[in-house]
C-alpha cells in the first residue's frame, strides 16, 4: 500500500517518528509555566478592573426639578447682584443667630448658670471621699442650686457597681426615694449621697426629662432604709441600712428653668438650612455649618462635664482651634470634591446637613445602640453590644462596596486601595505596641471612613454628612482623645481582677464584730474597709493594725455591709465582694469574686 501523501511519519530505517502521548498531563516545567500564565492573566484582570474603565466616567448629580432647586440662589443673584451685598447679608445672618443662640442659652438660667453632667454625684462613692467621707463634708444643713440637662434618664452606670450586696450596671443609679409614712414624706423623697443628681432629681418630679430644668438640693445628712420605687420613668435601687450623707429637693417650678436645647436645636437647625438652600459655594457652606454645629454640640446638645457654661465655654473654644485645622484638611480633600459644583440645594441640604445633625447628636439619634465603648471588655459585658457590633459592621461592609464601585467608575480606587493599606498598616501598629490599647473615638472612626467619601453621589452625601457630624460630636464633647490609652485608663472605675486580701471573722456578737487578715501581697502597701459603701478604715505597712473592729450603734438595729480591698498609695485595688452582719448578729461571708472598684 502507498503510504505517500498520508499523515504517517516514518524514520530513515522505517520505525514512526511519533512520541507516545503521557497519560499523565503535561511536564511539571509546563505545568508551572501555565499556572505562572494563569495567575498573570488574572492579575492583569484585577489590575485592569481596579484601574476601572476608560476614560474615567466622573459622577455628578443631577438634580431633581433644578428649577425649583436653583431658584434660592438665582433670587439672590437678581436682587444682590454684587458681592458685597451679599457678604454683608451673611455677615448679617451670622450675626442674627449668634445673638439668638447666646439668649436663648443664657438668660434663662439665672442663678441657675451653674450645670451639672448626667452623672454628677453629691457625694463620691467609696473612698473617693476620704475615709469617714470627710473630703465630702458638710453632710447636712447646705443647699446649693443646680441645673440639669434635658434625657436625664439615660444617665447609666457602666461597670458592676455595689449598693450593699447589690451590684447594678447599666441603668440610672438612684439609691431611695418617698418613703410611706414618717419622716420621708414630710422632708420628701430621701436619696443617698451617691446617688446621680440629675437622675434622682427627675425620679422625684423636680425636672422633666424632656426638657429637663433646675432645682435646690438640700444635704440632710444620715438617713436609714432607703426604698425602692419607679416614678417617671425611673426605678430607684433599695438600701436597708444607713449612709452618712442623704439629700432631698427644695420645690421649684418646672417652668422657672428648663434646658433649652430643643429650642436652641430649633434655631441652628433653621439656620444651617437656610444657609445650606442659599449658598453655593462649598467654603461658604462647609465653614458656616461646622462652626454652628461644633459650638451648638459643645455648648448645648452635648457639653463636656464641667460645673459652669464659663468654663465649658472656654474649653470648648480651645478644642475648636485644632478641630478648625483639621476641617480645613477635610475640606480640601473631602468636601471640596464632593460639592464642587453641585447645585441641587434641596437634596444637599436634606442629606448632608440632615445626616450632618444626625452625626452631631449622637446621644440622642444612637443612643438606642447597646454599645457605650468600643472596647473588648465593654462589649463581653454589656447585654445585646456584640450582636450591634456585628449588625454595624454588616452596614459597613455594604456601604463600603457601594463607594468602591463608585470610585472606580471614577478612577480613583487605586489611590484609595494605597491609603487605606496604610491606615490598615497604622493601626496594626497601633495594635502590636504593648502596654497600650487601641481605642477608636468618635472623631477617629470619622477621620478614617471620610475619605471614601469624596464622591458627588447621593449616598455619599449623607454618609459624608453623618461622618462629619460625628467628628464634630466627639472632639466637642471629648476632645482629641488619644487612640492609644492604658488599659487602666480603658477601664475607667472597672473592675482590674486584682488580688483580693483574704480577711478573717475573729469575733462577731449582735453588738460587734471583728476581723483580722494576712500581711498585703506586693505591689499594694495597705488595706482599706468599706462599711455602708464608705471608707471607714485604712492601714498601712508598719501601722501595726491588722484587726478592725465596728460596734453596732445602740438604736440601730440594721443590717451592715463589709467589703474590703488593697490599696497602693492613694489608689484603691478590687474590693471584695460584700458580707453582711445582719441585725440578729449573724454575719454572712463574702462570695468569692471582686465587687465594682471604687477610686
Same mark, same amino acid.
Given at each position: #500500500? /502507498?503510504?505517500?501523501?498520508?499523515?504517517?511519519?516514518?524514520?530513515?530505517?522505517?520505525?514512526?517518528?511519533?512520541?507516545?502521548?503521557?497519560? /499523565?498531563?503535561?511536564?511539571?516545567?509546563?505545568?508551572?509555566?501555565?499556572?505562572?500564565?494563569?495567575?498573570?492573566?488574572?492579575?492583569?484582570?484585577?489590575?485592569?478592573?481596579?484601574?476601572?474603565?476608560?476614560?474615567?466616567?466622573?459622577?455628578?448629580? +443631577?438634580?431633581?426639578?433644578?428649577?425649583?432647586?436653583?431658584?434660592?440662589?438665582?433670587?439672590? /443673584?437678581?436682587?444682590?447682584? =454684587?458681592?458685597?451685598?451679599?457678604?454683608?447679608?451673611?455677615?448679617?445672618?451670622?450675626?442674627?443667630?449668634?445673638?439668638?443662640?447666646? #439668649?436663648?442659652?443664657?438668660?434663662?438660667?439665672?442663678?441657675?448658670?451653674?450645670?451639672?453632667?448626667?452623672?454628677?454625684?453629691?457625694?463620691?462613692?467609696?473612698?473617693?471621699?476620704?475615709?469617714?467621707?470627710?473630703?465630702?463634708?458638710?453632710?447636712?444643713?447646705?443647699?446649693?442650686?443646680?441645673?440639669?440637662?434635658?434625657?436625664?434618664?439615660?444617665?447609666?452606670?457602666?461597670?458592676?457597681?455595689?449598693?450593699?450586696?447589690?451590684?447594678?450596671?447599666?441603668?440610672?443609679?438612684?439609691?431611695?426615694?418617698?418613703?410611706?409614712?414618717?419622716?420621708?414624706?414630710?422632708?420628701?423623697?430621701?436619696?443617698?449621697?451617691? !446617688?446621680?443628681?440629675?437622675?434622682?432629681? @427627675?425620679?422625684?418630679?423636680?425636672? !422633666?426629662?424632656?426638657?429637663?430644668?433646675?432645682?435646690?438640693?438640700?444635704?440632710?445628712?444620715?438617713?436609714?432604709?432607703?426604698?425602692?420605687?419607679?416614678?417617671?420613668?425611673?426605678?430607684?435601687? %433599695?438600701?436597708?441600712?444607713?449612709?452618712?450623707?442623704?439629700?432631698?429637693?427644695?420645690?421649684?417650678?418646672?417652668?422657672?428653668?428648663?434646658?433649652?436645647?430643643?429650642?436652641?436645636?430649633?434655631? %441652628?437647625?433653621?439656620?444651617?438650612?437656610?444657609?445650606?438652600?442659599?449658598?453655593?459655594?462649598?467654603?461658604?457652606?462647609?465653614?458656616?455649618?461646622?462652626?454652628?454645629?461644633?459650638?451648638?454640640?459643645?455648648?448645648?446638645?452635648?457639653?463636656? +462635664?464641667?460645673?459652669?457654661?464659663?468654663?465649658?465655654?472656654?474649653?470648648?473654644?480651645?478644642?475648636?482651634?485644632?478641630?478648625?485645622?483639621?476641617?480645613?484638611?477635610?475640606?480640601?480633600?473631602?468636601?471640596?470634591?464632593?460639592?464642587?459644583?453641585?447645585?441641587?440645594?434641596?437634596? =444637599?441640604?436634606?442629606?448632608?446637613?440632615?445626616?450632618?445633625?444626625?452625626?452631631?447628636?449622637?446621644?440622642?439619634?444612637?443612643?438606642?445602640?447597646?454599645?457605650?465603648?468600643?472596647?473588648?471588655?465593654?462589649?463581653?459585658?454589656?447585654?445585646?453590644?456584640?450582636?450591634? @457590633? !456585628?449588625?454595624?459592621?454588616?452596614?459597613?461592609?455594604?456601604?463600603?462596596?457601594?463607594?468602591?464601585?463608585?470610585?472606580?467608575?471614577?478612577?480613583?480606587?487605586?489611590?484609595?486601595?494605597?491609603?487605606?493599606?496604610?491606615?490598615?498598616?497604622?493601626?496594626?501598629?497601633?495594635?502590636?505596641?504593648?502596654?497600650?490599647?487601641?481605642?477608636?473615638?468618635?472623631?477617629?472612626?470619622?477621620?478614617?471612613?471620610?475619605?471614601?467619601?469624596?464622591?458627588?453621589?447621593?449616598?455619599?452625601?449623607?454618609?459624608?454628612?453623618?461622618?462629619?457630624?460625628?467628628?464634630?460630636?466627639?472632639?466637642?464633647?471629648?476632645?482629641?482623645?488619644?487612640?492609644?490609652?492604658?488599659?487602666?485608663?480603658?477601664?475607667?472605675?472597672?473592675?482590674?481582677?486584682?488580688?483580693?486580701?483574704?480577711?478573717?471573722? #475573729?469575733?462577731?456578737?449582735?453588738? +460587734?464584730?471583728?476581723?483580722?487578715?494576712?500581711?498585703?501581697?506586693?505591689?499594694?502597701?495597705?488595706?482599706?474597709?468599706?462599711?455602708?459603701?464608705?471608707?471607714?478604715?485604712?492601714?498601712?505597712?508598719?501601722? /501595726?493594725?491588722?484587726?478592725?473592729?465596728?460596734?453596732?450603734?445602740?438604736?440601730?438595729?440594721?443590717?451592715?455591709?463589709?467589703?474590703?480591698?488593697?490599696?497602693?498609695?492613694?489608689?484603691?485595688?478590687?474590693?471584695?465582694?460584700?458580707?453582711?452582719? =445582719?441585725?440578729?448578729?449573724?454575719?454572712?461571708? #463574702?462570695?468569692?469574686?471582686?465587687?465594682?472598684?471604687?477610686?
Amino acid at each position: #500500500m /502507498d503510504l505517500e501523501g498520508s499523515n504517517a511519519t516514518h524514520s530513515i530505517d522505517g520505525s514512526s517518528l511519533l512520541s507516545p502521548i503521557s497519560r /499523565d498531563g503535561p511536564s511539571p516545567p509546563r505545568r508551572y509555566n501555565a499556572l505562572l500564565h494563569h495567575i498573570k492573566q488574572v492579575s492583569t484582570d484585577i489590575i485592569t478592573w481596579v484601574k476601572g474603565p476608560q476614560p474615567p466616567q466622573i459622577q455628578r448629580i +443631577n438634580s431633581f426639578f433644578p428649577r425649583i432647586q436653583t431658584l434660592p440662589f438665582r433670587f439672590l /443673584d437678581r436682587h444682590l447682584p =454684587k458681592r458685597k451685598h451679599k457678604l454683608g447679608l451673611l455677615l448679617g445672618f451670622y450675626l442674627a443667630w449668634l445673638l439668638t443662640f447666646v #439668649m436663648l442659652l443664657v438668660y434663662p438660667l439665672g442663678p441657675y448658670l451653674v450645670s451639672v453632667d448626667l452623672a454628677h454625684q453629691v457625694r463620691a462613692s467609696g473612698n473617693g471621699c476620704g475615709l469617714n467621707g470627710n473630703n465630702c463634708r458638710p453632710f447636712e444643713n447646705s443647699t446649693f442650686a443646680f441645673s440639669c440637662p434635658a434625657n436625664c434618664q439615660g444617665a447609666k452606670v457602666l461597670n458592676p457597681y455595689a449598693v450593699g450586696s447589690q451590684e447594678i450596671i447599666y441603668q440610672p443609679l438612684v439609691v431611695g426615694g418617698p418613703q410611706e409614712g414618717g419622716v420621708g414624706l414630710a422632708e420628701g423623697p430621701i436619696y443617698r449621697g451617691d !446617688s446621680f443628681l440629675c437622675a434622682a432629681a @427627675l425620679h422625684a418630679g423636680v425636672i !422633666s426629662n424632656e426638657k429637663g430644668g433646675c432645682g435646690v438640693v438640700a444635704l440632710v445628712g444620715q438617713r436609714d432604709n432607703f426604698p425602692s420605687t419607679f416614678r417617671n420613668g425611673v426605678q430607684s435601687i %433599695s438600701f436597708n441600712s444607713s449612709f452618712p450623707l442623704s439629700f432631698s429637693f427644695v420645690s421649684t417650678p418646672q417652668s422657672e428653668c428648663n434646658d433649652l436645647r430643643w429650642p436652641l436645636l430649633a434655631v %441652628s437647625v433653621i439656620f444651617t438650612s437656610i444657609l445650606s438652600v442659599f449658598t453655593t459655594s462649598p467654603a461658604v457652606f462647609f465653614s458656616s455649618l461646622f462652626t454652628a454645629i461644633f459650638f451648638h454640640v459643645g455648648l448645648a446638645s452635648d457639653p463636656p +462635664n464641667l460645673p459652669s457654661y464659663y468654663s465649658i465655654t472656654s474649653v470648648v473654644v480651645g478644642r475648636f482651634l485644632p478641630a478648625g485645622f483639621v476641617a480645613f484638611v477635610l475640606y480640601r480633600y473631602c468636601v471640596r470634591p464632593q460639592l464642587e459644583g453641585l447645585v441641587a440645594q434641596y437634596e =444637599k441640604t436634606i442629606l448632608w446637613v440632615g445626616g450632618c445633625w444626625v452625626g452631631a447628636l449622637t446621644n440622642y439619634t444612637l443612643d438606642f445602640i447597646p454599645i457605650q465603648r468600643l472596647t473588648p471588655h465593654d462589649l463581653n459585658q454589656q447585654p445585646g453590644a456584640k450582636a450591634a @457590633l !456585628s449588625v454595624i459592621v454588616i452596614i459597613l461592609t455594604l456601604i463600603a462596596v457601594g463607594q468602591i464601585y463608585y470610585l472606580r467608575l471614577e478612577g480613583r480606587l487605586p489611590g484609595y486601595l494605597a491609603l487605606y493599606l496604610l491606615f490598615g498598616i497604622g493601626l496594626a501598629i497601633f495594635v502590636a505596641i504593648p502596654g497600650l490599647s487601641l481605642r477608636i473615638h468618635h472623631y477617629i472612626l470619622a477621620l478614617l471612613l471620610l475619605p471614601g467619601t469624596a464622591i458627588q453621589t447621593r449616598p455619599s452625601l449623607l454618609y459624608q454628612g453623618i461622618l462629619v457630624g460625628l467628628f464634630i460630636n466627639g472632639v466637642a464633647r471629648w476632645g482629641f482623645d488619644s487612640i492609644l490609652q492604658t488599659p487602666a485608663a480603658l477601664l475607667g472605675d472597672g473592675q482590674r481582677n486584682s488580688v483580693l486580701p483574704v480577711v478573717s471573722l #475573729m469575733q462577731v456578737s449582735a453588738a +460587734n464584730i471583728t476581723f483580722s487578715w494576712t500581711p498585703p501581697l506586693e505591689p499594694f502597701d495597705g488595706l482599706s474597709v468599706l462599711v455602708n459603701d464608705v471608707e471607714r478604715f485604712r492601714s498601712y505597712r508598719g501601722d /501595726d493594725r491588722d484587726e478592725f473592729t465596728w460596734e453596732r450603734p445602740v438604736d440601730k438595729n440594721l443590717p451592715y455591709y463589709f467589703r474590703f480591698g488593697y490599696v497602693q498609695g492613694s489608689s484603691s485595688a478590687d474590693y471584695t465582694r460584700a458580707g453582711i452582719w =445582719k441585725d440578729d448578729g449573724s454575719w454572712t461571708p #463574702m462570695e468569692d469574686g471582686p465587687s465594682k472598684r471604687l477610686i
